[in-house]
Each structure stands twice: as C-alpha cells, then as structure tokens.
C-alpha cells in the first residue's frame, strides 16, 4: 500500500508521513501551503483553488502508484469536499473528521480546539450532528500552529500562549451542566503539545490519529 499524505503545511505532512511510516506504511508527501498563514488564506478565501490543486497533486501520486489519500489536517479536511474529490479520483480518502461522528458515550461536554475558525466549526458541526446530548466549547487558536511551525518547545508554548490558563478555565467552569470532561485536538500539530498538556490536567484528551491509522489500515496488509 503506497499512501499519499496531504496537509496544509510541510510540518504537519511531515508528521504524518512519520506517523504512517512508524507503522510500515509506505508514503508520498503532498503540503499544499508554505506556511500556517497561508495555508489559512487558501482555506478561507479560495476553496476552489485549493480543491483544484489538492486534485492537480493527488493524479501526480496516482501516476506514481497511490493507492490510498491520508489528509493529515483538520481545517484542510474541513475546507475542501474531500467526499466530492474522493468520488472524482476514485480513491479513498481518510481524514480525521470521520473519527468525532462516532465520540465515546461518556463524553458530555467537549471542549474543541482548531487551527482556525473552519476547523473548529466544522468539527462542532459534525459532532452536534452525530450527537446531540454533548454540549460544546469550541475555538480556532494559529498562534499554537505557528509556534509549532517555529520549532519552540512545548513547555514554551504552554507558557508563552497562557494554555495553563486556558486548562484552568476549563477545569473550574462551575455550572455542572457545561462542565467540560473531554478536550478535542482538532488539529494535527496539536499532539506536539499532548504529554504536557496530560501533565496540566485530568481532563480526556482525544487525538484522532489513532482512529485514521484503523481506518487506513482495514483490510490492508501493512508493508505490502
């Protein structure tokens, strides 16, 4: 199985050609943007074009033997109709937004974080959808992605952005009918941050990379 990795950034693809190959899975790496900013502004202002050269890249890795898509990116999966794209190319493409239409039971009150605005609000809306007994928190936070991007440190990062505080906000909302349980990484740099972040709070925290490697992998012969 040869998997193309697409992303918005080279950072995020990297991390998910890393991933798959951690796993024996054979790669071929597609970013689509520079940067965490520009990869923002292809996703909020030219969709079309984005979805064009998301199509121009996947044919190239078809030529070169692709069998399978794996967008390793939130808000990319979230800007493009990869449904749409899936069916033009006929090829299968995993993301991660199938994971939170199946959350677990016990999650009441989700806290969702993105990379941006689109990210976040098309993850609320697939999990409002699939469930609607869970209450949510949801927002679009660059700064953590560009930081990333810069190579800084995680603990830098918790310091520097004040997400000790945010964990407290979280942990100390007091009405116990929005008391959040369960914080959502909804975006694929984030679990850069994700053993410091265990190390703040006993808060659930969901990464969904696991779920895709199930998805990407089922029925498949790994190495083959």
Known sequence: MLVGVFAGTKVDTKMGVDLLESKGIKTLSFPLAQNPDEQTKLQYYLKE???NLFIEKARRAM?????KIFIYCNSLSSAIDYEKISKILGLEVITPLETYKNLDQDIK???????NGISAYKIDEIVGKSRDD????????LSIVNSIEEEKS??????ELNLKGLINYLENIRDERY????ILLGCTHFPYLKEKLEELTSLKIIDPAEDMIKRLTKGEQVGK
């Open 179 to 182: 008391k959040v349980d369960t």
């Open 134 to 141: 869970i209450n949510t928190i949801s927002c679009g936070n």
């Open 154 to 159: 995680p603990q830098a990062i918790i310091e």
């Open 49 to 51: 074009d984005l979805e």
């Open 63 to 67: 030529e070169e033997g692709m069998d």
């Open 109 to 115: 009150n989700l806290f969702i974080i993105g990379a």
